[in-house]
């Protein structure tokens, strides 16, 4: 998948961007956003809406288990209305990520719901093998 954007730093990021730029795909209109500790539920709606307003087909948020417990579920929770807000215009869903799961797993959620054309507002978990 070619990635127009990618939105976060550390391992998962660097994986997930170099697994999607070496088997890129035709929708150079997906952005994913990938939160890390300290991210919080506003600040990650507000990286969406601006996303979004900038012609982002396709949004994905990638969820670490490293964020704490509180700002993961707000997270989380927040995917489905801000899903409605953007649509039709955008998409939007999420991949929850728990502790020990395989950046393979994590890079093949990713690009399955940034090609999923009829998916918006799911949360898709990736857990341990």
Known sequence: MSVATLIGSGPLARAIEAAL??????????CVVVAG????AAALAE???DRAGAGAGAI?????AASSPFDRHLMLAAIEPLAIEL??????CAISVDAGAADGA???????LAEASCTTGQILAVGPA
């Open 21 to 30: 730029a070496a088997h890129p795909t035709p929708d150079a209109a997906a």
């Open 37 to 40: 500790p300290g991210q919080t």
């Open 47 to 49: 990286i969406v809406r």
């Open 60 to 64: 994905v948020v990638v969820i670490g």
């Open 87 to 92: 649509a039709p215009a955008a998409r939007l």
């Open 106 to 112: 994590v890079v093949d959620a990713v690009r399955f």
